[in-house]
């Protein structure tokens, strides 16, 4: 029976283990709930033993009330309301959701028949003292969510709203009456309906508080307010919180845009605040639970009462202190919670604020943040780093808040913070770090008030303020060197406030030599980690110390160039106190050998750079450029001699490489750091040019693409080459000439197509140097021949592998076309059919899903069509590239269409480029060519939609007559045309080209139309 067959199903889906059975179960569930068979399944279902049985059979009955409801006659209509009726009441005391949906189909039926809700409530609410709570709350419940559910006119509904509204007073009086009975009580009974005592279960009152919220869109705040159920709500068991506080969030949502009276705001916000004594009990118990759910509540209620609350009458001061409890709770994650609250309050102007809303409480905030803002005494393993800096990351937009509003009250309160810190046994570098961390967030801003102060005097005070706290801050770093967070902190402060250290010389004296000295202990303090700063991303140690001390020492130049004893003092400092820094205490075929990590590569990158910067402030800049640089070189030529000998394992190998790269790294962040300089580049260029030459004597024979590290060191090398010919401008054309032979024949040695974007480089920077058009037209000669080998002779399936190179010469190719016209297509270098025949290979072949091969091959093509079109490209060069494209036309367009077939691309990409050249050539050709690629195989495969949009574009092009031509001549080639046409089975394509010729006048000139009855005319 059908019966039989929905009980296996149910069964099978709920229980059984095989996952193609459920779903076949599932399946059929879905296609019987459609059955007329399920109208008496589903009741017969509500009296199975198993929930799943009975959920399946409420849900099914409510789906089928909605569809069929209309069709059923007079008698079964009846019939089935006395059965839901009778279900609801023998269910009432199972699972709620087995009810409730039975209660939305009555609802649904009520709602759809008499349009008027008040005979239904009136009949529930009267015999309310003789049937089970459940039952009558599931009505209540389910009509106004029905409503709001029900797909009815305007004005029903509104005539609804109407009788529910009028309804509202009593049904509250009803709820009020259960909350009563179960506050009274001190916990909550279990069972479905009443404990031994007669107080309502936990079940019945969870029901009672939904049935609430779903009246609060129906029911004014007013309303609820003068039923005096407030009091009753929170006076209900903590087990009921969450419900209640969920309640109290949605009476006030969107307070302020539905114009709520403020004086019942007023009463939630003193409700709400009566919860004081609860959080506080709840805190001292440890209860998480129940604290995180006011906090949560507290801040929603205060987000949406803001504009009530910052008038600051009585009850909404009384919510802002249980509100300040929340955001003072020591565990992080509730305090959290709490803070939104005060960003809010951002929004309103001071003057627009209570007094108690200002200078005072934010005194007290300020004090919650800095001791919650500090680092976890036990470290992140009992806590998340994202966590910690998710509260960080809302603290810094309410310390600068308290910046503005407290003033100097901020700064000292900073300043006492690193003292307790100070003269704690031991010293709590956890406070330390928090007040740095504060002193970070406001600098912009005070260093900004510092500007906008209206007398000298002001200014004076404000900078020897901070001056004090910078001193303070890194006194307390420098003493407590063992803890290399604090640490941290400190670099990140020099680093935000470096213009701030001008104020002082000896200040940012001794915060260089901070620097420098935490340098010495970069192996320790690397393995000690993880750091982290602000963003919640570890932060290497290495990198933040040797950052501080370059962002100072360029924020300083101006006071420190004035002196160059100042600059030499620095660097002898730094040689005296951490030579290994610099790789100046002979040790550099120690340091060849030893692993260094990137993190102690980037510290020394920007020292060395930093001093190279400072060094061109002195007198011999030259002899201390060699001398930092030099060891450097070295190193880079040892490490790419120790490569090239071979006979390394892969983990060596990527050792090496990664050496290789910090080697060239450094060397362009050198060249960056001195770019203003062309003579100190110059003299650069040619002390690492031996260097730069080994590297590019390694030998990559491997398989490609090139692994990782090896593409590291040839992108590093190529980009140094690229900001050199980019500093050195006329100055590099004797190391152009040399660069751009090497990079050519290192491609040409081992598919280093690195070196292919250092040759784009050089033509778009000396493009206008006519002296060096014949150098770039050999190098392009010289790599066209390998790049064209390559596509010759490896299978299309394997092309993948070479991906990188086919990309970075068609935008060689692009660039050479553009920039140097006539020297690229010039018919004695023969390269215009091969290079377009790559496009070809390209468009039909490679399959790359980021596009990059096929999007340079398509911009190739559109700058060949564009030179065949150009008057500015000599007629010769110009008819050539006129004819390769013609003869390449059709298999072009097989090309673009196989590719449509595939869905991997879109003939717009280039069919525009395409047509501009057709309408170029004779007629005859444009029908051959037409005719070619609509004969295609794959044109067939392809949508209606978009053959359509291509004939259509064919027809454009055939219509682009000789005027002399005659009409005899077009309608023969529009004939043929139409037959290519109509070849196939789609009779869509029969009707597009079905086309009547109809000689037209428009003027003195003659056109021909063409059209049939079912199209509009096409004039061509």
Not at 169 to 193: C, T
């Amino acid at each position: 029976s059908e019966f039989s067959k929905a009980q296996k199903a149910l069964q099978l889906f709920y229980y059984g283990g095989d996952e193609v059975k459920r779903r076949h179960a599932h399946d059929f569930l879905l296609k019987f709930q459609k059955t007329r068979e399920a109208w008496d399944v589903s009741f017969r279902l509500l009296s199975s033993d198993q929930y799943e049985a009975r959920y399946y059979a409420a849900n099914t009955l409510f789906a089928k009330v909605k569809e069929e409801w209309p069709q059923l006659d007079g008698k079964a209509r009846s019939k089935l309301s006395n059965v839901l009726h009778t279900h609801i009441r023998r269910l009432c005391g199972g699972p709620v959701i087995v009810t409730r949906t039975l209660a939305l189909s009555l609802a649904y039926i009520t709602l759809h028949t008499s349009k008027d809700p008040r005979n239904l409530i009136s009949h529930v609410l009267q015999g309310a003292s003789k049937a089970p709570a459940a039952y009558s709350l599931s009505f209540l419940t389910a009509i106004p969510i029905q409503h709001r559910e029900a797909n009815l006119s305007y004005q029903t509904s509104k005539n609804i709203e109407r009788a529910l509204v009028s309804c509202a007073p009593a049904v509250l009086k009803y709820i009020h009456q259960i909350l009563r009975a179960a506050a009274a009580g001190r916990s909550p009974a279990k069972s479905m309906e009443h404990s031994s005592s007669g107080q309502p279960s936990r079940v019945i009152v969870n029901y009672a508080l939904e049935c609430i919220l779903s009246w609060i869109n129906v029911v004014k705040l007013s309303v609820i307010v003068k039923s005096q159920i407030l009091p009753t709500l929170l006076a209900l068991p903590v087990v009921h919180l969450e419900k209640v506080l969920e309640i109290l969030g949605e009476l006030v949502a969107d307070a302020e845009r539905k114009s709520l009276p403020e004086k019942d705001v007023l009463v939630v916000l003193s409700a709400v605040a009566r919860l004081a004594p609860v959080f506080e009990k709840a805190r001292s118990n440890g209860d998480k639970d129940t604290c995180r759910t006011i906090a949560a509540a507290t801040n929603h209620i205060g987000d949406r009462c803001s504009h009530v609350i910052i008038k600051g009458s009585q009850p909404a001061l009384a919510f802002v202190k249980l509100h300040f409890a929340v955001t003072a709770h020591p565990d992080r994650a509730i305090s959290e919670l709490g803070l939104d609250f005060w960003l809010c309050l951002q929004d309103y102007p001071l003057k627009h604020r209570h007094q108690a809303l200002r200078g005072g409480i934010y005194k007290d905030l300020l004090s919650v943040i800095l001791k919650n803002s500090q680092f976890p005494a036990k470290g992140f393993s009992s806590e998340e780093p994202s966590d910690f800096h998710s509260y960080r990351a809302k603290t810094k937009d309410l310390l600068i808040s308290a910046y503005y509003i407290l003033d100097n009250t901020l700064l000292e309160t900073v300043y006492k913070l690193l003292q307790i810190a100070n003269n704690s046994r031991p010293k709590s570098w956890r406070m330390a770090e928090a007040a740095i961390f504060a002193l970070t967030c406001v600098s912009s801003k005070i260093l900004e008030n510092a500007q906008k102060a209206n007398s000298l005097s002001d200014q004076k005070l404000v900078k020897e303020r901070l001056s004090g706290l910078l001193r303070a801050s890194l006194t307390l770093a420098m003493s407590d060197v063992s803890t290399p967070q604090l640490a941290m902190r400190a670099h990140s402060c020099i680093k935000e406030l470096a213009v701030a250290f001008n104020l002082d010389g000896g200040l940012r004296k001794r915060a260089l030599e901070f620097c420098v000295s935490c340098s010495k202990g970069l192996e320790k303090y690397t393995s000690s980690g993880p750091y982290y700063l602000d963003s919640g991303e570890e932060v290497g140690f290495g990198e933040n110390c040797g950052g501080a001390f370059a962002r100072l020492c360029l924020a300083s130049i101006q006071q420190l160039r004035k002196d160059q004893n100042t600059i030499n003092s620095l660097l002898t400092f730094i040689q005296r106190e951490n030579p290994s820094l610099l790789m100046l205490d002979k040790k550099t075929m120690v340091a060849a050998r030893a692993r260094v990590s990137d993190d102690i590569a980037s510290c020394q990158r920007n020292f060395v750079k930093t001093a190279i910067f400072l060094a061109l402030h002195t007198q011999q800049s030259k002899a201390t450029i060699e001398k930092l640089m030099a060891p450097h070189i070295r190193l880079l030529k040892f490490l790419t001699t120790f490569v090239s000998k071979g006979g390394h394992g892969d983990a060596q190998r990527r050792e090496l490489h990664r050496r290789i790269t910090q080697c060239l790294n450094l060397i362009e962040d050198v060249l960056k750091m001195v770019s203003q300089d062309v003579k100190s580049v110059a003299a650069l260029a040619e002390l690492t040019w031996p260097a730069l030459e080994t590297v590019l004597g390694i030998s990559w024979k491997l398989p490609r693409p090139l692994p990782a590290s090896q593409a590291d060191v040839a992108k590093g090398t190529c980009d140094i080459f690229k900001l050199l010919l980019e500093i050195l401008g006329s100055r590099g054309k004797a190391f152009l000439k040399i660069v751009v032979e090497k990079c050519a024949k290192k491609f040409q040695d081992g598919g280093y197509h690195h070196s292919i974007s250092v040759l784009s480089h050089a033509v778009k920077l000396y493009a206008k140097d006519s002296s060096m058009h014949k150098l770039f037209q050999e190098s392009f000669l010289y790599i066209a021949q390998p790049t064209l080998s390559i596509l010759s002779n490896t299978r299309p399936e394997k092309l993948g592998d070479y991906m990188d190179i086919i990309a970075e010469f068609l935008s060689f190719a692009q660039v050479m076309v553009t920039s140097i016209t006539q020297a690229t297509l010039n018919s004695k270098a023969g390269l215009v059919t091969p290079l377009l025949k790559i496009v070809v290979h390209v468009v039909r072949y490679v399959t790359d899903p980021s596009k990059k091969c096929e999007r340079a091959a398509l911009s190739f093509y559109r700058k060949m069509i564009d030179a065949a079109t150009s008057s500015k490209v000599p007629a010769q060069e110009r008819k050539e590239v006129q004819n390769s494209l013609m003869n390449l036309g059709p298999d072009m367009t097989e090309s673009l269409i196989l590719r449509i077939a595939m869905h991997q691309s879109t003939i717009f990409n280039a069919a525009g480029s395409l047509f501009s050249l057709l309408r170029l050539t004779p007629i005859q050709a444009r029908k051959n060519w037409i005719v070619n690629s609509l004969k295609h195989k794959d044109f067939s495969h392809l949508q209606p939609q978009l053959k359509m949009q291509i004939v259509t574009a064919f027809i454009s092009v055939l219509g682009m007559a000789d005027p002399r031509q005659s009409q005899r001549r077009f309608r023969s080639l529009m004939h043929d045309f139409g037959q290519v046409c109509e070849w196939g089975s789609d009779r869509e394509m029969g009707v597009l080209v079905g086309y009547t010729m109809t000689p037209t006048k428009r003027g003195a000139e003659r056109k021909i139309a063409l059209g049939s009855s079912r199209q509009t005319p096409i004039v061509l």
